[in-house]
């Protein structure tokens, strides 16, 4: 029973390429959340996706990043044209529909962008 | 908006000691959960322990244990018996009732040293 996979484990992107980060949740959980970790910080929410919904997008930018949980493949955080103050940890975290009060959430080992 | 605080940046403690990591939090929701994730240097989110906000009777996970203080809005973790293994960062998370993000604070850097 893999856990919540994310890759790559590192990306390294010039500034103005595109950045593609992709999570596969656990099998069996239809919930995906996105967090962002800035050095010496704590993780900040971004978006919350259903499949091929998004639920709570209220913590993303608005311009250059968006996301994806289609009906069939991993759930997609894409930047466009990075810069250097997107370089940080890019985490996923995924949860049962249902059960998500009991068993939390299961966190993936997280994406490091670097910016250069 | 619900914000968590964790006020300190770094704590260290020798092998086989207690430490207590402070975490306080501000919400008005009467119904929530409080989380303790632990992030070693593998980057991986751990769970250590959770507690229901309704449940008086504070949660324990083998050698960690928290102080849950609802009116002072006051979730403590404690480590005992600390092993080396336990260097992390540690950090304090909230999630009000139903499928919600988490809201973490800044954490707490543990050393445990020999």
């Known amino acids: 029973n893999a856990g919540v996979m994310q890759n790559p484990r590192h990306l390294v992107r010039r500034r103005g390429q595109e950045a593609r980060l992709r999570c596969s949740p656990m099998?069996?959980?239809?919930?995906v959340y996105w967090y962002r970790q800035l050095p010496e910080e704590g993780l900040k929410f971004m978006v919350y996706?259903?499949?091929?919904?998004?639920?709570?997008e209220s913590g993303m930018p608005k311009e250059r990043f968006s996301a994806e949980f289609p009906k069939e493949g991993p759930s997609i955080l894409r930047i466009q044209q990075v810069v250097r103050g997107d370089s940080a940890a890019y985490f996923c975290?995924?949860?049962?529909?249902?059960?998500?009060?009991?068993?939390?959430?299961?966190f993936g080992s997280g994406t490091r962008l670097t910016v250069v | 908006a619900q914000t968590v605080t964790q006020s300190q940046p770094e704590m260290s403690v020798q092998e086989a000691e207690t430490v207590t990591l402070s975490c306080t939090y501000d919400?008005?929701?009467?119904?929530?959960?409080l989380f303790w994730y632990k992030q070693p240097p593998s980057r991986q989110m751990i769970l250590v322990i959770r507690?229901?906000?309704?449940?008086?009777q504070n949660a324990t996970e083998n050698r960690f244990s928290v102080n849950f203080q609802k009116a002072a809005k006051s979730f403590s973790l404690k480590i005992s018996d600390s092993q080396l293994g336990d260097t992390a960062m540690y950090f304090c998370?909230?999630?009000?009732?139903?499928?919600?993000?988490?809201?973490f604070g800044k954490g707490t850097r543990l050393s445990v040293i020999a």
């Open positions: 975290a995924s949860s049962h529909r249902d059960r998500v009060t009991e068993d939390g959430y299961t």
């Open positions: 998370a909230f999630m009000k009732w139903g499928n919600t993000p988490l809201v």
């Open positions: 099998k069996g959980h239809s919930h």
């Open positions: 919400t008005s929701e009467n119904n929530y959960y």
């Open positions: 996706l259903q499949k091929e919904n998004i639920i709570d």
């Open positions: 507690q229901e906000a309704y449940k008086q």
